[in-house]
């Protein structure tokens, strides 16, 4: 009996040491980001700083959003924060359509510096009011976003839980063609 306990703790110890530490767990800094990519399936790839997505877009404010995890529980709130309508940055950036249904065949996947991802199809995003309330935004409370944020986050404030597609430190967006 000693030795199964000795081995079961062996095996937690291992099986510990093989899982990375969470975004939160590691030190912020190391993974904000100051440039938003766009590319993939797009005439125009995009390199946006956060004075760029400033100036170059229509901006938009948000009051509250209540941040609800996946299980349903309440993680708190993103308040009065500043930024630019994904669908805005899409259209810049003229996802390639050549065939009548091209479009219906395209998901845009949204990747933070410590790569969650969050994904979108185009329907979704033009073609229902989910697209109306993504927002990339980088400020918040009339400040630039801190470390925890990053300085370019994103978050589909129209979702009924919101947290699954919050990302914090976004770097990419990829607009990607599925196969037939």
Request: some cysteine; proline content about 3%; charged content about 20%.
């Amino acid at each position: 009996m000693n030795n199964i306990i000795k081995l079961a703790t062996l095996l937690v110890g291992l099986t510990l040491m093989s899982v990375p530490l969470s975004a939160k767990q590691q030190a912020p800094a190391t993974f904000v980001t100051e440039t938003l990519k766009v590319s993939g399936h797009v005439e125009q790839p995009l390199s946006l700083n956060v004075a760029q997505l400033a100036s170059e877009f229509t901006l938009h404010q948000d009051g509250n959003v209540p941040l609800i995890c996946q299980s349903g529980e309440n993680k708190g709130q993103l308040e009065s924060f500043k930024g630019v309508l994904l669908t805005d940055i899409l259209q810049k950036a003229k996802i390639i359509s050549r065939e009548h249904n091209e479009l219906k065949k395209i998901i845009i996947i949204a990747t933070a510096s410590d790569d969650y991802k969050a994904v979108f199809s185009w329907n979704e995003l033009f073609n229902s009011p989910i697209g109306e309330g993504v927002l990339v935004f980088f400020e918040k409370d009339g400040a630039a976003l801190n470390d925890f944020e990053g300085r370019i986050a994103m978050v589909s404030s129209k979702d009924t839980r919101t947290g699954p597609r919050h990302v914090r430190w976004l770097k990419q967006i990829d607009v990607v063609r599925i196969a037939d």
